[in-house]
């Protein structure tokens, strides 16, 4: 396209693949290049093509921790929720643009609990050492779900949740999904949560095998803070992982802190928000399909 200045990642650029294909060279050389975690590119890209699968477009979701440009999400991959454009027609695949929900999330490190060798993530700087009130923090912007889950150990996850700062409950299982409406239909969904339309401003909590019948899971108001930590009574640690990216391990004394972001990701439409959900429903996730039930067939329909 005229006057486009297209920037693609520097390793795709570096795949034997493309970087041997000699038809291509003279195009690659009018791309411009960029590295995840050295590379800024949040104020220079308006517009974002993603080809793959979910998983491409969660991954294009997380290079932008602020404002993300709208997506046009190509359908390359196995399953395709969210990317519901077919390659083979992307000439005349532009419509209308809607918004998607993302979590902003907050990690608060207690310095007291280990030492931590010096890093630098997100701006963040992690330090070596014990000391009394160091505390280190990282803030993250998650399109599907936040899970904290028991990692490799054989005890039950033992973590209270928060809500507004208030206790609501502890949740005792293999760990607890806090996800948008668009990550309803991937993991929480999977762990019996119900499936909740993009366009809906809520955030559910889903209990992974909790150690109770009665935990089901529920849908909270958006703009809530959620806050998860270990119980006093936890007899490990727990893992936490953002849009199954970034995991580490929480510790006593760890928060995680969970909210609406103020920074959606802009998505183009195939047909309309509600068509493209419901299609994506039926197409990827089979749902209600079932042998249709026949009508009754009366005596006199019968001679």
């Given at each position: 396209m005229k006057n486009m200045i297209v920037y693609v990642e520097r390793k795709v650029l570096e795949d034997p693949t493309i970087a041997g294909d000699e038809a291509f060279q003279s195009t690659m050389n009018?791309?411009?290049?960029f590295s995840e975690d050295l590379d800024d590119i949040s104020?220079?890209?308006?517009?974002?093509?993603?080809?793959?699968?979910?998983?491409?477009?969660l991954y294009a979701s997380s290079l932008f921790?602020?404002?993300v440009p709208p997506v046009m999400a190509f359908h390359l991959g196995?399953?395709?929720f969210l990317t519901p454009f077919n390659f083979d027609t992307y000439q005349s695949q532009l419509n209308q643009v809607i918004e998607g929900n993302r979590l902003r999330v907050r990690v608060q490190k207690d310095g007291r609990e280990k030492k931590m060798t010096m890093v630098e993530e997100n701006g963040v700087i992690l330090t070596n050492g014990e000391g009394e009130g160091i505390h280190?923090?990282?803030?993250?912007?998650?399109?599907?779900?936040?899970?904290?889950?028991?990692?490799?150990?054989?005890?039950?996850?033992?973590?209270?949740?928060?809500?507004?700062?208030?206790?609501?409950?502890?949740?005792?299982?293999?760990?607890?999904?806090?996800?948008?409406?668009?990550?309803?239909t991937a993991y929480a969904v999977a762990a019996g949560a119900s499936m909740i339309h993009p366009n809906v401003p809520a955030i559910l909590i889903t209990p992974i095998c909790?150690?109770?019948?009665?935990?089901?899971?529920?849908?909270?108001?958006?703009?809530?803070?959620?806050?998860?930590?270990?119980?006093?009574?936890?007899?490990?640690?727990?893992?936490?992982?953002?849009?199954g990216r970034k995991r580490q391990e929480i510790c006593h004394g760890d928060s995680i802190t969970i909210t609406t972001s103020c920074f959606p990701v802009p998505s183009i439409c195939f047909r309309d928000p509600v068509t493209d959900w419901f299609e994506s429903l039926a197409q990827?996730?089979?749902?209600?399909?079932?042998?249709?039930?026949?009508?009754l067939v009366s005596e006199e329909e019968e001679f």
């Open positions: 009018k791309f411009c290049t104020n220079q890209v308006d517009f974002i093509i993603c080809l793959g699968g979910d998983g491409t477009l921790q602020e404002s196995s399953l395709g280190k923090a990282a803030q993250y912007q998650v399109l599907n779900e936040v899970v904290v889950d028991r990692g490799p150990s054989s005890y039950l996850s033992n973590v209270d949740l928060f809500l507004d700062g208030h206790l609501i409950t502890t949740v005792q299982g293999d760990g607890v999904i806090v996800s948008t409406p668009t990550g309803s909790p150690h109770s019948l009665s935990f089901r899971p529920i849908v909270v108001p958006a703009g809530v803070e959620l806050k998860i930590m270990l119980s006093s009574e936890a007899r490990n640690t727990a893992w936490v992982s953002f849009d990827c996730l089979h749902w209600n399909v079932r042998k249709k039930q026949h009508h």
